[in-house]
Structures are given as structure tokens and as C-alpha cells.
């Protein structure tokens, strides 16, 4: 494994105009919808890290031609719902939960047998979440005893619909068996604890398949259907334009655009919690793009003041609370967290590495079981381990912004996994980093 070391010296400010790569969660199902709809799908802007082309190998060792990814364009043949092929051996999903989850609604519709494998922080992660229903739906998937990959997926299966109340709010699980319900014998009906991500939802629709939404929190798909192919352009992603977004507001002098931001209501959470604690973001040109709405997204420096952070935002902002933490370690005042627990099965324990983090920095933040209270002070330069999680390295390097000292970064080779370039790109705002093989 690859050994990166982040170094921050004291930097100024952010400032100029950037656009971060194409978004991770509509990439990942870009290249599903598209290896499983009939034609020939094209995108554009397409996020070229390492999960999501831990997807598109996947669908290649299926049997699906695709091309590229060159300059975010890539261009897939789609094989239709029933044209997959059984792929030589396990599928290695790397780092990605996405690809996990969402892979084996797909997977358990298939004839043929499968295995879904991935690194030491994939193969640790729940995976009953998604088993577990996809089992109520007649499929047949083991796992390890601890519910955890590999999944040895039993193809075959005749799957019928479900009526299903998802006990966590999960975008992953609702979009996996929305995918089984392409393949499921009647009606597969969920309901979510909280509006989560909708981009499965908004790209049936854009591949031409009929979903039912029964409500705010309930969606419905029958199978049986089709998907035809259509062309996709990705917008930038939130997830992480949210690194620049909190390292502007902390950076006295900062004036940063932001281009072309996807701006879905059920991502926005980081500028709505970083709007509550005095940020001054604008929100120019709103317009759709490939039924995303996106906008480019002005951030300049403000004071900020720690604030209870309501729950309702949390599914929101789920991706962002690394980031978020060190707004809260720069804001005057206490920041609390709670109902966020789903922190601590990310690609790593997200609460408990933050407040290890935050404290090498000289930081008071105390760990809860569901969330963390954040005394903002003064950042202190220190030596921090990401414990190998692209959002933790990448929200650390931002403190480097209002650090009174040097700031290491250990085990950052993961930035790759959602966020290729990110060091040339928060340089060339105005971050003093290098990178340390
Ligand atoms: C994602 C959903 C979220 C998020 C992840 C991407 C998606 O996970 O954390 O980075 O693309 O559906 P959960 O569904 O586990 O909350």
C-alpha cells in the first residue's frame, strides 16, 4: 500500500475560482444505470478516483464495454438488464461501500454466482443492512459471521418485492434494493427514516423507468421494466467542495467560486450547518444539468460561532461532518453534535478519529455515542492519522489554514478514493501543502 504523508505549513487564504471533480455518488451510478441500460450512455464529468472505478472494473469484468475514463468522459455499451456475464473471479471494490451496497442489489438479480471483496476498511463495514432485506426479497447472499464482506452472492434467485421501513437512514441500502426491484417480481416499496441522496431515484427517471413515489419518504418500483440509455453530465461534488467550503470560512481573506456544484436539496446540509454558524456562502447561477440542479457557490471568510446542529440535517451532511469539525474547532463557542452515529461505520470511526485529531491540536472535543461536542479554541500545529480516510485527511489539511504550527497528515493515499488532484487544486487556492511519500 501506497504511504502519503500530508505537510501544512501555516497558510494565508483561499482564494480564486476552482472546480473539484465530478460528483462520487452519481458516478458510481452513471456507470451502473448505464452498463445495465439498452444503448450507448455517455458521460461527462465523470469522477475518475479510485472507487468509482473500482465500479466501472467491475461492470468491464461483467462483460460491459466501456471507454475511457478520459478527461471525465466515458462512454458505456450498455448490455441491457439481462446482459451481464458472470465475471473470472471475486470483484474488488476497494475502498467503496457505495459500489458494495448498491452492487449487491444488483448482483443477487443475477443468474449467475458472485463475490463482492474489498480493502481492510470495506471488508470491516456493516453489511447485514443490506443482506438482510435483500435476503426478505428471496436473494441469497452470505456473509462473514461478523455481517461483513466478502458477500458470496448465490445468483438464480427468483426475487419478489418487498414493502420495506429502512431503519437507518441510508442512501447505499435504499438505492440497492431499488436496483433488486429492477430484477424483483412485483413491487418494491421503501420507506426511509429521513430524506436521504435521491440520485438512484432522479436517474431511473432519466433512463426512462416509471417510480412510484408514494410520499416524501416512500418510493415504489416494479420490475420487469427497461432502462434506455441517455446522456449524463456529473456535476462537481459537494461532498467535496465542502473542504474548500469550510476552508474559506475559517481562512480570514478568503474569497473562493466554486464552479458547478451539484446543489441536490438532499446534499446541501454543509452550507445550510455552515450557514447557522455565520458562513457567508452564495449560492450564484443556479440551472440544471442532467436533472441535477447545480450552481457555483461563492464562499468568503466569517467569523463563525458553535451551534447545536439540528438532526434533521444530519442525513444531509452525512460525508461532510469531518470537514465540519474543523469549522466547529475554528468557531467561537461549543458545537454539538448528536443523532449521528452513522459516523462510526464509515471508512473509518469518523467521530472517534475526529476527536483524536482535534485533540493532537491542542483542541477540546469529546466523543458521544452518536455525535461530538466541539469547544472551539486555538488550532495548534501537530501530527494527526487519518487512519487511511480520504474525507479526515482532506478536512485536517483545511485546518492548516488557521493552525498556529506545521500540521502532518499520516495515511492520506486514500484522498485518491473520491478526490484525485486535491493537492494541486487546494494549492493552487492558497494552501501551503506537500505531499510526503
Ligand atoms: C452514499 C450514501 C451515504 C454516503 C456515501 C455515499 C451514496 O452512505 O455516506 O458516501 O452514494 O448513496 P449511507 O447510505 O451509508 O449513509
Not at 51 to 73: E, H, S, Y
Not at 283 to 288: A, D, H, Q, V, Y
Not at 310 to 331: H, K, S, T
Not at 386 to 398: C, K, L, P, Q, T
Amino acid at each position: 500500500m501506497t504511504i502519503l504523508t500530508f505537510f501544512i505549513e501555516p497558510s494565508g487564504a483561499l482564494c480564486g475560482q476552482s472546480r473539484v471533480p465530478g460528483d462520487k455518488s452519481i458516478s458510481h451510478r452513471a456507470i451502473m444505470f448505464g452498463a445495465l441500460a439498452d444503448g450507448i450512455t455517455t458521460i461527462t464529468g465523470f469522477l475518475d478516483g479510485e472507487d468509482c472505478l473500482a465500479t466501472l472494473n467491475a461492470f468491464r469484468a461483467m462483460g460491459v464495454v466501456i471507454a475511457g475514463p478520459d478527461q471525465g468522459r466515458v462512454t458505456i455499451h450498455g448490455v441491457g438488464l439481462h446482459g451481464l456475464q458472470a465475471p473470472a473471479g471475486p470483484l474488488d471494490l476497494g475502498n467503496s461501500g457505495t459500489s458494495m451496497r448498491l452492487m449487491s442489489g444488483i448482483l443477487a438479480g443475477q443468474a449467475f454466482d458472485s463475490v463482492l471483496t474489498g480493502d481492510a476498511s470495506l471488508t470491516r463495514r456493516p453489511m447485514r443492512r443490506i443482506t438482510e432485506p435483500l435476503t426478505l426479497m428471496r436473494a441469497q447472499i452470505a456473509t462473514g459471521e461478523q455481517g461483513t464482506a466478502p458477500l458470496q452472492i448465490h445468483g438464480g434467485q427468483r426475487l419478489i418485492g418487498i414493502d420495506y421501513p429502512l431503519p437507518v437512514a441510508s442512501a447505499q441500502i435504499k438505492s440497492g434494493l431499488l436496483l433488486a426491484g429492477l430484477y424483483a417480481e412485483g413491487m418494491t416499496r421503501i420507506t426511509e427514516p429521513a430524506p436521504t441522496r435521491d440520485h438512484t431515484e432522479r436517474l431511473l427517471a432519466g433512463f426512462g423507468y416509471l417510480l412510484r413515489r408514494d410520499s416524501e419518504r416512500t418510493v415504489a418500483i416494479s420490475g420487469g421494466g427497461h432502462l434506455t440509455a441517455t446522456p449524463l453530465d456529473v456535476p462537481a461534488d459537494i461532498s467535496s467542495a465542502a473542504f474548500f467550503l469550510v476552508g474559506a470560512s475559517i481562512a480570514p481573506g478568503s474569497d473562493l467560486v466554486l464552479e458547478h456544484v451539484g446543489i441536490n436539496p438532499t446534499r446541501t446540509g454543509v452550507i445550510d450547518i455552515l450557514r447557522l454558524m455565520g458562513a457567508d456562502i452564495e449560492i450564484l447561477n443556479p440551472r440544471l444539468a442532467g436533472g441535477e440542479p447545480v450552481a457555483d457557490l461563492r464562499v468568503r471568510h466569517a467569523p463563525l460561532h458553535g451551534i447545536r446542529i439540528p438532526e434533521a440535517l444530519v442525513p444531509l451532511a452525512i460525508d461532510e461532518f469531518p470537514a465540519l469539525f474543523i469549522a466547529a474547532a475554528c468557531a467561537e463557542g461549543v458545537t454539538v453534535l448528536t443523532g449521528a452515529a452513522e459516523l462510526r461505520v464509515k471508512e473509518s470511526d469518523r467521530i472517534q478519529v475526529m476527536a483524536e485529531g482535534l485533540n493532537a491540536l491542542q483542541i477540546a472535543a469529546g466523543a458521544t455515542a452518536d455525535g461530538i461536542v466541539i469547544q472551539g479554541g486555538t488550532l495548534a500545529g501537530g501530527t494527526v492519522n487519518s487512519h487511511g480516510d480520504h474525507r479526515i485527511a482532506m478536512s485536517f489539511a483545511m485546518a492548516g489554514l488557521r493552525a498556529s504550527g506545521p500540521i502532518r497528515i499520516l495515511d492520506c493515499a486514500n484522498v485518491n478514493t473520491s478526490f484525485p488532484g486535491f493537492a494541486d487544486l487546494a494549492r493552487d487556492a492558497g494552501l501551503k501543502l506537500q505531499e510526503q511519500a
